[in-house]
Protein backbone atom coordinates (compact mmCIF):
# COMPACT_ATOMS: atom_id res chain seq x y z
CA UNK A 1 0.00 0.00 0.00
CA UNK A 2 1.38 3.50 -0.91
CA UNK A 3 1.84 5.67 1.52
CA UNK A 4 1.65 9.52 1.11
CA UNK A 5 4.00 11.60 3.59
CA UNK A 6 2.47 15.25 3.52
CA UNK A 7 5.21 17.52 3.64
CA UNK A 8 5.44 20.05 6.12
CA UNK A 9 4.38 23.81 5.36
CA UNK A 10 7.32 26.36 4.45
CA UNK A 11 6.88 27.98 8.14
CA UNK A 12 6.70 25.22 9.91
CA UNK A 13 9.83 23.98 8.92
CA UNK A 14 11.77 27.40 8.99
CA UNK A 15 9.76 28.05 12.76
CA UNK A 16 12.27 26.38 14.69
CA UNK A 17 15.28 28.82 13.08
CA UNK A 18 13.36 31.61 14.90
CA UNK A 19 12.33 29.50 18.37
CA UNK A 20 13.87 31.10 21.22
CA UNK A 21 15.18 34.72 19.71
CA UNK A 22 14.51 37.27 21.98
CA UNK A 23 10.80 39.46 21.00
CA UNK A 24 11.46 42.69 22.50
CA UNK A 25 15.16 42.87 21.28
CA UNK A 26 14.02 42.21 17.50
CA UNK A 27 11.02 44.80 18.05
CA UNK A 28 13.31 47.52 19.19
CA UNK A 29 16.08 46.62 16.27
CA UNK A 30 12.67 46.89 13.68
CA UNK A 31 11.96 50.32 15.09
CA UNK A 32 15.35 51.16 14.29
CA UNK A 33 15.79 49.78 11.08
CA UNK A 34 12.57 51.86 9.91
CA UNK A 35 13.64 54.81 11.15
CA UNK A 36 17.31 54.17 9.56
CA UNK A 37 15.49 53.67 5.69
CA UNK A 38 13.40 56.57 6.36
CA UNK A 39 15.81 58.74 7.14
CA UNK A 40 17.96 57.51 4.28
CA UNK A 41 15.62 58.22 1.98
CA UNK A 42 14.61 61.74 3.25
CA UNK A 43 18.58 62.81 3.30
CA UNK A 44 19.95 61.13 1.13
CA UNK A 45 17.61 60.59 -2.10
CA UNK A 46 19.71 63.35 -3.93
CA UNK A 47 23.17 61.24 -2.92
CA UNK A 48 23.36 58.74 -5.72
CA UNK A 49 22.40 55.64 -4.97
CA UNK A 50 22.82 55.62 -1.02
CA UNK A 51 19.39 54.50 0.09
CA UNK A 52 19.22 51.20 -2.74
CA UNK A 53 22.87 50.76 -0.49
CA UNK A 54 21.60 51.38 2.65
CA UNK A 55 18.25 49.20 2.01
CA UNK A 56 21.16 46.98 0.53
CA UNK A 57 23.25 46.72 3.74
CA UNK A 58 20.47 46.07 6.10
CA UNK A 59 19.50 43.06 3.79
CA UNK A 60 23.19 41.65 4.75
CA UNK A 61 23.20 42.86 8.27
CA UNK A 62 20.10 40.81 8.78
CA UNK A 63 21.54 37.66 7.20
CA UNK A 64 24.77 38.01 9.19
CA UNK A 65 22.29 38.67 12.78
CA UNK A 66 19.92 35.30 11.83
CA UNK A 67 23.15 33.26 10.97
CA UNK A 68 24.89 34.29 14.00
CA UNK A 69 22.11 33.27 16.37
CA UNK A 70 21.33 30.22 14.82
CA UNK A 71 25.14 29.18 16.89
CA UNK A 72 24.79 28.15 20.55
CA UNK A 73 26.61 30.79 22.71
CA UNK A 74 28.76 28.46 24.37
CA UNK A 75 30.57 27.44 20.86
CA UNK A 76 31.42 30.83 20.51
CA UNK A 77 34.20 30.20 23.23
CA UNK A 78 36.15 28.03 20.95
CA UNK A 79 36.56 30.88 18.62
CA UNK A 80 37.69 33.58 21.06
CA UNK A 81 41.14 32.37 21.16
CA UNK A 82 41.97 32.19 17.34
CA UNK A 83 39.75 34.25 16.23
CA UNK A 84 42.06 37.46 18.61
CA UNK A 85 45.50 35.67 17.56
CA UNK A 86 44.40 36.30 13.51
CA UNK A 87 43.31 39.56 14.81
CA UNK A 88 46.32 40.56 16.34
CA UNK A 89 48.43 38.75 13.67
CA UNK A 90 46.67 40.80 11.36
CA UNK A 91 47.48 44.10 13.08
CA UNK A 92 51.37 43.16 12.61
CA UNK A 93 50.93 42.67 9.31
CA UNK A 94 49.52 45.77 8.79
CA UNK A 95 52.28 47.48 10.51
CA UNK A 96 54.83 45.93 8.72
CA UNK A 97 53.04 45.70 5.08
CA UNK A 98 49.86 47.88 5.34
CA UNK A 99 49.13 50.02 2.66
CA UNK A 100 48.57 53.43 3.92
CA UNK A 101 45.71 56.27 2.67
CA UNK A 102 46.06 59.66 3.83
CA UNK A 103 48.78 59.51 6.08
CA UNK A 104 47.20 56.56 8.14
CA UNK A 105 48.40 52.39 7.08
CA UNK A 106 45.29 50.81 8.49
CA UNK A 107 44.51 48.65 4.79
CA UNK A 108 45.98 45.42 4.33
CA UNK A 109 45.97 43.78 0.74
CA UNK A 110 45.23 40.02 0.37
CA UNK A 111 45.20 39.86 -2.85
CA UNK A 112 41.43 39.92 -3.87
CA UNK A 113 40.54 42.88 -1.79
CA UNK A 114 41.89 44.93 0.94
CA UNK A 115 40.38 44.55 4.57
CA UNK A 116 40.94 46.55 7.92
CA UNK A 117 42.02 44.12 10.34
CA UNK A 118 40.97 46.81 13.66
CA UNK A 119 37.01 45.47 12.22
CA UNK A 120 37.94 41.91 13.72
CA UNK A 121 39.21 43.14 17.02
CA UNK A 122 35.98 45.42 17.69
CA UNK A 123 34.35 42.05 18.20
CA UNK A 124 37.53 39.45 18.71
CA UNK A 125 38.93 41.56 21.82
CA UNK A 126 35.55 41.27 23.97
CA UNK A 127 34.85 37.55 22.89
CA UNK A 128 38.95 36.93 24.37
CA UNK A 129 38.25 38.72 27.47
CA UNK A 130 34.87 37.24 28.34
CA UNK A 131 36.49 33.14 27.33
CA UNK A 132 39.69 34.25 29.75
CA UNK A 133 37.82 35.16 32.65
CA UNK A 134 35.23 31.78 32.54
CA UNK A 135 38.66 30.01 32.26
CA UNK A 136 39.62 31.68 35.52
CA UNK A 137 35.89 31.70 36.90
CA UNK A 138 35.75 31.11 41.05
CA UNK A 139 39.82 31.46 41.22
CA UNK A 140 40.16 34.90 40.03
CA UNK A 141 43.39 36.89 41.33
CA UNK A 142 44.60 40.71 40.55
CA UNK A 143 47.80 39.02 38.15
CA UNK A 144 44.22 37.72 36.00
CA UNK A 145 43.18 41.17 35.92
CA UNK A 146 46.83 42.51 34.70
CA UNK A 147 47.07 39.64 31.77
CA UNK A 148 43.27 40.76 30.53
CA UNK A 149 44.86 44.65 30.69
CA UNK A 150 47.84 43.48 28.27
CA UNK A 151 45.51 41.21 26.15
CA UNK A 152 43.49 44.66 25.73
CA UNK A 153 46.61 47.37 25.45
CA UNK A 154 48.42 44.87 22.60
CA UNK A 155 45.34 45.34 19.54
CA UNK A 156 44.76 48.90 21.46
CA UNK A 157 48.39 49.86 20.79
CA UNK A 158 48.70 48.40 17.58
CA UNK A 159 45.43 50.65 15.92
CA UNK A 160 46.37 53.76 17.79
CA UNK A 161 49.86 53.30 16.21
CA UNK A 162 48.51 52.92 12.33
CA UNK A 163 47.05 56.23 13.61
CA UNK A 164 43.12 54.96 14.40
CA UNK A 165 42.39 56.84 17.99
CA UNK A 166 38.84 56.18 17.30
CA UNK A 167 38.62 52.75 16.11
CA UNK A 168 41.30 52.22 19.29
CA UNK A 169 38.62 53.55 21.55
CA UNK A 170 35.88 51.81 20.53
CA UNK A 171 37.78 48.71 20.90
CA UNK A 172 39.34 49.62 24.44
CA UNK A 173 35.73 50.27 25.58
CA UNK A 174 34.52 46.99 24.66
CA UNK A 175 37.06 45.46 26.44
CA UNK A 176 37.07 47.74 29.40
CA UNK A 177 33.50 46.50 29.86
CA UNK A 178 34.03 42.86 29.74
CA UNK A 179 36.66 43.78 32.51
CA UNK A 180 34.42 46.27 34.87
CA UNK A 181 31.40 43.07 34.39
CA UNK A 182 33.87 40.96 35.78
CA UNK A 183 34.01 42.51 39.15
CA UNK A 184 37.52 45.15 39.24
CA UNK A 185 37.50 47.01 41.94
CA UNK A 186 35.98 50.65 41.88
CA UNK A 187 39.34 51.56 44.51
CA UNK A 188 41.15 50.96 41.08
CA UNK A 189 38.16 52.96 38.64
CA UNK A 190 38.04 55.71 40.85
CA UNK A 191 41.23 57.13 40.60
CA UNK A 192 41.22 56.98 36.68
CA UNK A 193 38.08 58.60 36.52
CA UNK A 194 39.34 61.11 39.00
CA UNK A 195 42.36 62.02 36.50
CA UNK A 196 40.05 62.24 33.73
CA UNK A 197 38.44 64.64 35.47
CA UNK A 198 40.90 66.60 36.29
CA UNK A 199 42.83 66.47 33.02
CA UNK A 200 39.72 67.58 30.98
CA UNK A 201 39.53 70.64 33.75
CA UNK A 202 43.00 71.37 32.57
CA UNK A 203 42.35 71.36 29.02
CA UNK A 204 39.10 73.59 29.27
CA UNK A 205 40.75 76.07 31.92
CA UNK A 206 44.36 76.31 29.56
CA UNK A 207 42.68 75.83 26.27
CA UNK A 208 43.89 79.78 24.99
CA UNK A 209 48.00 78.66 26.21
CA UNK A 210 48.13 74.63 24.96
CA UNK A 211 46.00 75.42 21.70
CA UNK A 212 48.58 77.88 19.93
CA UNK A 213 49.81 76.24 16.77
CA UNK A 214 53.45 76.29 18.61
CA UNK A 215 52.38 74.42 21.42
CA UNK A 216 53.28 70.33 20.88
CA UNK A 217 51.30 67.93 22.85
CA UNK A 218 53.53 65.22 22.59
CA UNK A 219 50.93 61.96 23.24
CA UNK A 220 48.79 63.57 20.50
CA UNK A 221 49.38 64.07 16.45
CA UNK A 222 48.66 67.41 15.31
CA UNK A 223 45.45 66.44 13.27
CA UNK A 224 44.20 64.72 17.06
CA UNK A 225 45.13 67.74 18.76
CA UNK A 226 43.32 70.12 16.25
CA UNK A 227 40.11 68.33 16.93
CA UNK A 228 40.38 68.48 20.40
CA UNK A 229 40.97 72.31 20.54
CA UNK A 230 38.24 72.55 17.71
CA UNK A 231 35.71 70.84 20.57
CA UNK A 232 36.75 73.40 22.91
CA UNK A 233 36.63 76.61 20.98
CA UNK A 234 34.77 75.84 16.94
CA UNK A 235 34.55 79.74 16.94
CA UNK A 236 38.12 79.90 16.18
CA UNK A 237 37.84 78.62 12.80
CA UNK A 238 34.19 78.93 11.57
CA UNK A 239 35.18 78.29 7.93
CA UNK A 240 37.33 75.90 8.36
CA UNK A 241 38.27 73.35 11.64
CA UNK A 242 35.18 74.35 13.07
CA UNK A 243 32.84 74.36 10.22
CA UNK A 244 31.99 70.26 10.63
CA UNK A 245 30.82 71.24 14.52
CA UNK A 246 29.26 74.36 13.85
CA UNK A 247 26.91 73.37 10.66
CA UNK A 248 25.79 70.13 12.85
CA UNK A 249 24.88 72.61 15.37
CA UNK A 250 22.58 74.65 13.11
CA UNK A 251 21.28 72.26 11.72
CA UNK A 252 20.16 70.57 14.58
CA UNK A 253 18.87 73.83 16.30
CA UNK A 254 16.83 74.59 13.11
CA UNK A 255 15.04 71.62 13.43
CA UNK A 256 12.80 72.54 16.23
CA UNK A 257 10.48 70.42 18.13
CA UNK A 258 8.77 69.13 14.89
CA UNK A 259 11.69 69.34 12.16
CA UNK A 260 11.95 70.91 8.58
CA UNK A 261 9.42 68.20 7.23
CA UNK A 262 10.38 64.93 5.19
CA UNK A 263 12.85 65.60 2.75
CA UNK A 264 12.71 69.97 3.66
CA UNK A 265 16.00 70.23 5.62
CA UNK A 266 18.06 73.36 3.96
CA UNK A 267 21.33 72.64 5.82
CA UNK A 268 20.92 68.74 4.62
CA UNK A 269 20.21 69.37 0.38
CA UNK A 270 22.44 72.79 0.36
CA UNK A 271 25.15 70.64 1.15
CA UNK A 272 26.18 72.90 4.35
CA UNK A 273 26.25 69.55 6.46
CA UNK A 274 29.85 67.45 5.41
CA UNK A 275 29.01 63.64 5.70
CA UNK A 276 25.02 63.78 5.81
CA UNK A 277 24.72 60.11 5.05
CA UNK A 278 27.93 58.73 7.62
CA UNK A 279 29.10 60.49 10.36
CA UNK A 280 26.74 63.38 10.72
CA UNK A 281 23.61 61.85 9.45
CA UNK A 282 22.06 62.74 12.94
CA UNK A 283 22.42 66.48 12.23
CA UNK A 284 20.12 66.29 9.27
CA UNK A 285 18.10 63.69 11.16
CA UNK A 286 17.43 66.07 13.81
CA UNK A 287 16.88 69.24 11.08
CA UNK A 288 14.47 67.11 8.81
CA UNK A 289 12.40 65.40 12.12
CA UNK A 290 13.01 67.43 14.73
CA UNK A 291 13.66 66.98 19.06
CA UNK A 292 10.24 64.40 18.57
CA UNK A 293 11.75 62.18 15.71
CA UNK A 294 15.57 62.11 17.75
CA UNK A 295 13.53 61.62 20.93
CA UNK A 296 11.91 58.39 18.82
CA UNK A 297 15.33 57.56 17.48
CA UNK A 298 16.61 57.93 21.22
CA UNK A 299 13.69 55.54 22.39
CA UNK A 300 14.12 53.05 20.30
CA UNK A 301 18.51 52.97 21.18
CA UNK A 302 17.19 52.88 24.98
CA UNK A 303 15.09 50.10 24.69
CA UNK A 304 17.89 48.03 22.55
CA UNK A 305 20.59 48.40 25.19
CA UNK A 306 17.76 47.73 28.34
CA UNK A 307 16.88 45.00 26.80
CA UNK A 308 20.31 43.64 25.83
CA UNK A 309 21.74 44.43 29.47
CA UNK A 310 18.34 42.28 31.10
CA UNK A 311 19.91 39.25 28.50
CA UNK A 312 22.83 39.50 29.30
CA UNK A 313 22.48 39.28 33.04
CA UNK A 314 20.13 36.49 32.76
CA UNK A 315 22.30 34.53 30.86
CA UNK A 316 23.07 31.08 31.98
CA UNK A 317 27.13 31.84 31.90
CA UNK A 318 29.80 33.80 32.83
CA UNK A 319 31.57 34.33 29.31
CA UNK A 320 27.73 34.97 27.86
CA UNK A 321 27.36 37.40 31.08
CA UNK A 322 30.20 39.35 29.87
CA UNK A 323 30.56 38.97 25.90
CA UNK A 324 26.34 40.15 26.20
CA UNK A 325 27.36 42.99 28.62
CA UNK A 326 30.31 44.27 26.58
CA UNK A 327 28.07 44.01 23.65
CA UNK A 328 25.32 46.60 24.78
CA UNK A 329 27.33 48.85 25.92
CA UNK A 330 29.90 49.01 22.96
CA UNK A 331 26.07 49.91 21.14
CA UNK A 332 25.63 52.56 23.70
CA UNK A 333 29.28 53.67 22.67
CA UNK A 334 28.65 54.11 19.23
CA UNK A 335 25.52 56.53 19.75
CA UNK A 336 26.61 58.10 22.58
CA UNK A 337 30.49 59.19 20.71
CA UNK A 338 28.44 59.99 17.28
CA UNK A 339 26.04 62.04 18.58
CA UNK A 340 28.16 63.88 21.19
CA UNK A 341 30.66 64.63 18.35
CA UNK A 342 27.52 65.91 16.07
CA UNK A 343 26.28 68.17 19.02
CA UNK A 344 29.68 69.33 20.10
CA UNK A 345 30.27 67.84 23.30
CA UNK A 346 33.00 65.29 21.90
CA UNK A 347 35.83 65.69 19.27
CA UNK A 348 34.76 64.87 15.79
CA UNK A 349 35.84 61.28 15.07
CA UNK A 350 34.87 58.42 12.34
CA UNK A 351 31.98 56.70 14.40
CA UNK A 352 28.77 55.68 13.17
CA UNK A 353 25.32 55.68 14.47
CA UNK A 354 23.82 52.27 14.46
CA UNK A 355 21.45 51.74 12.10
CA UNK A 356 21.63 54.87 10.61
CA UNK A 357 24.95 55.84 9.14
CA UNK A 358 25.34 54.67 5.84
CA UNK A 359 28.38 51.72 5.52
CA UNK A 360 28.39 47.97 4.66
CA UNK A 361 31.12 47.41 7.05
CA UNK A 362 29.84 49.02 9.91
CA UNK A 363 26.10 47.23 8.90
CA UNK A 364 28.12 43.76 9.07
CA UNK A 365 29.41 44.30 12.61
CA UNK A 366 26.49 45.81 14.08
CA UNK A 367 24.36 42.52 12.95
CA UNK A 368 26.92 40.65 14.35
CA UNK A 369 27.20 41.86 17.40
CA UNK A 370 23.30 41.61 17.42
CA UNK A 371 23.23 37.87 16.64
CA UNK A 372 25.99 36.99 19.49
CA UNK A 373 23.13 38.76 21.64
CA UNK A 374 20.00 36.66 20.21
CA UNK A 375 22.63 33.93 20.54
CA UNK A 376 22.62 34.45 24.59
CA UNK A 377 19.21 35.18 24.76
CA UNK A 378 18.43 31.98 22.98
CA UNK A 379 20.55 29.92 25.00
CA UNK A 380 19.08 30.97 28.09
CA UNK A 381 15.36 29.98 26.74
CA UNK A 382 16.53 26.19 25.69
CA UNK A 383 17.89 26.10 29.20
CA UNK A 384 14.51 26.91 30.86
CA UNK A 385 13.30 24.42 28.62
Same mark, same amino acid.
Given at each position: ?????? &? $????? &??????????? $???????????????????????????????????????????????? $?????? &??????????????????????? *???????????????????? +? *?????????????????????? @?????????????? +?????????????????? =???????? +???????????????????????????????? @????????? *???????????????? *???????????????????????????????????????? =???????????????? =???????????????????????? &?????????????????????????????????PFMSYGGTAMVMLGLSLGLLLAIGRSR?????
Amino acid at each position: MNQVIA &R $PALWR &RLRPLWRGMDG $PLLLACLWLMGWGLLAMYSIGHDHGTRFVDHARNFAIGATVMFLVAQV $PAQKLT &RLALPLYVAGVTLLVAVALFGIT *KKGATRWLNIGITQIQPSEI +L *KIATPLMLAWWFQLREGQLKLL @DFVIAFVLLGLPFG +LIAKQPDLGTGLLVLFAG =LYVIFFAG +LSWKLILPLLTAGVIGIGALIAFEPQICQDDV @DWKVLKTYQ *KTRVCTLLDPHKDPLG *KGFHVLQGEIAIGSGGVTGKGFMQGTQTHLEFIPERTTDF =LFAAFAEEFGLLGALA =LLLGYGALILRGLVLAANAPSLFE &RLLGGAITMSVFTYVFVNMGMVIGILPVVGVPLPFMSYGGTAMVMLGLSLGLLLAIGRSRSFMQR
